[in-house]
């Protein structure tokens, strides 16, 4: 039996000095291995989305967990150093007691979380600091803290009012899913970092044991051109007007002339982004990613390729006839009427069809096409805002016997609200096209915002032309034009209506093709017409309540314009406008050269 003893005793020994002698710092190196819980997620903060004057319109707040040790927390009042059945359903009853105040969760639900043998169990979640502070003071042992798996709780102070632009989050608030969110995710989202730390029995940290942590990097500002209080306005009005006219949706643009910046984007039906899951419709903005045939807001275009090729002038004699034959179909103005005897500006104030298809015959249907593509149509603005589509624009080689004049006014071609509202921005600079821009700057490392580079300008038309639109352009707000209910009082105005048949897709593959239902009715203008600041665009689709642009979009232009100009604080100029001639005395002489007619006989004619 000694003999038997000392040879356990000696493997004894043998095992201790190969442990504690030999190879000590191994077996220390695994067990602190096993000790350590190994990078442990830090999120990151997302960054601030900011108006132009720096109210904010998206931002973090930072979300915490609170957990339970079972085996700690039944300790808690008891004086005792580990659990004591006696006295533990007590201690934790207390416990529950003390935090269901604070938690906002009753006991009988804290109690059966706080009972067992779990080193680590969840309380509660979604709870801000100070929560876990008042937690923390009741000195409850065995509570603990982690930051939430979501980082942080996004919230949209604005709600509906700039949803689809600003954007959302999903899936649990850790991916972008659309808008400014989107667009600027790689500077908003910052850079998670990670913690290991070295875990007691208990489930908690040692306090002097091995931490090593990775801080997180937050993420960046992104400063929008947005006015807030612009917005605001721009959405509010759009809504009522919707829902007055019963359309299925609408837009508001407002740009700034001189810099193409967009100071409002509005899109109605909107939703809350604080609570997106409850979104009924769209989550887009409609003013980037929906097109529309533009309809007579269209002719400015066709004024201007004809302007600027020396074609006509706003002064030039135009007969405009009751029908127009072309192609293999018959064309006719929006109201029926005789022969009428106008100008080239009065044909734009009155809105003829047949009086811009003769101004438009002046040129050749590839410099045309080629005066589109120069205002910004057919392609993406450079906004670069997600889903944006780049309208479709047929080149002229491709255009069938009626798209040849259809094009003039509007029809046979889509833009986007951004497209539509651009075209009258270059207008209003002169003939200067500036690409819109919605991101205005970026924080740096030091959360100093950082100006982005201003796109250049693209010539488009020379200033006289444009100053000739413009002139011609204030005709159609007059009490001669489409439009009087456009007129601001004090300030001089310019601008076109539109109502054009709206397209929609029905059928799918194959058998998919587009058909008109309802139509789509806008107002396009700028202000001060001789000193123009700010253009704002307003489409609605499908009202049908009224439906004419005059009548249901014009008055919201009115309404918006005049907010604007208050809010940024733009004086009326005190001019005059001119008074261009829009009708003629009476027929021109029939062998007058300058005179523009039809002189294409009318179908069995």
């Known amino acids: 039996m000694l003999v038997a003893a000392l040879f356990v005793f000696s493997i004894f020994g043998a ?30 903060m997302r960054g601030r989305i900011l108006d132009a004057d720096g109210a904010v319109l998206a931002s973090s707040q930072e979300r915490l967990t609170i957990s339970v040790n079972q085996r700690a927390v039944c300790t808690y009042g008891t004086g005792k150093p580990t659990c004591d059945p006696a006295t533990s359903p007590v201690a934790v009853s207390r416990a529950a007691s003390a935090l269901s105040p604070i938690v906002k969760v009753p ?20 709870v801000n600091a100070l929560t876990w502070r008042r937690v923390a003071a009741l000195g409850v042992p065995g509570i603990g803290v982690a930051k939430d798996d979501r980082s942080a709780e996004r919230s949209y102070p604005q709600s509906t009012t700039a949803a689809s632009l600003v954007g959302f989050l999903i899936d649990a608030g850790k991916k972008p899913g659309g808008g400014i969110e989107l667009l600027e995710n790689n500077a908003l989202a910052g850079t998670p970092g990670s913690e290991t730390y ?10 002097d044991g091995h931490t090593s942590i990775t801080p997180a990097v937050p993420g960046h500002d992104v400063q929008l051109t947005i006015n807030s209080n612009i917005q605001w306005y721009a959405q509010n009005a759009l809504a009522q007007e919707v829902q007055k006219t019963q359309a299925l949706s609408g837009t508001v643009v407002v740009q700034d002339v001189k810099s193409g910046r967009l100071l409002a984007v509005a899109s109605y039906p909107t939703f809350d982004p604080n609570n997106v899951g409850t979104a009924t419709g769209s989550l887009s903005n409609t003013a980037f990613t929906d097109v529309f045939e533009p309809g007579s807001t269209q002719k400015v275009i066709t004024m201007a390729s004809a302007l600027s090729e020396g074609t006509v002038t706003p002064m030039t004699p135009v007969v405009i006839p009751s029908t127009m034959h072309r192609s293999d179909s018959d064309f006719h103005d929006a109201e029926s009427h005789g022969t009428e005897y106008r100008t080239v500006a009065g044909a734009l104030a009155q809105s003829s069809n047949m009086g811009t298809m003769l101004i438009g015959e002046t040129v050749s249907p590839s410099v045309l096409y080629g005066y589109m593509r120069k205002f910004g149509l057919g392609a993406r603005s450079g906004s670069q805002f997600p889903g944006e589509s780049p309208g479709l624009v047929t080149p002229s080689a491709d255009w069938n016997g009626t798209q040849r004049y259809t094009v003039m006014f509007g029809q046979g071609l889509s833009v986007t609200a951004i497209q539509a509202a651009g075209v009258y921005q270059t207008i209003a600079n002169g003939g200067l096209r500036m690409p819109p821009t919605l991101v205005q700057a970026v924080a740096d490392d030091s959360g100093t915002l950082i100006p982005k580079p201003a796109p250049a300008g693209v010539r488009v038309v020379s200033p006289s032309v444009a100053s000739s639109l413009s002139q011609m352009l204030e005709g159609v707000v007059s009490d001669q034009g489409t439009a009087p209910a456009a007129q601001i009082a ?23 093709h587009g058909v008109y239902q309802g139509l789509t009715a806008s107002f396009i203008g700028y202000a001060p017409a001789d000193k123009p600041q700010i253009v704002v665009a307003v489409i609605l689709q499908r009202p049908v309540k009224g439906n004419a642009g005059g009548v249901v979009a014009a008055p919201v232009f009115h309404d918006v314009m005049t907010y604007a100009l208050q809010e940024l604080k733009i004086p009326p100029t005190g001019t005059r406008a001119p008074e261009l001639r829009i009708k003629l005395d009476g027929p021109p002489a029939a062998d007058d050269p300058t005179v523009l007619r039809d002189k294409q006989p009318v179908a069995g004619g």
């Open 490 to 512: 004090g300030y001089r105005v310019a601008g076109k209506t539109g109502t054009a048949n709206r397209t929609v897709t029905v059928g799918t593959g194959k058998n998919a």
């Open 198 to 207: 070295e875990q007691a029995a208990g489930g908690g940290a040692i306090p």
């Open 107 to 126: 006991v009988g639900q804290l109690v059966p979380l706080m009972t067992g043998n779990l080193i680590y169990n969840v309380l509660v979640k979604d």
């Open 15 to 44: 095992q201790l000095f190969w442990v504690q002698g030999l190879n000590a710092s191994g077996v220390s190196a695994e067990a602190l291995h096993e000790r350590l819980v190994n990078n442990q997620l830090i999120p990151a």
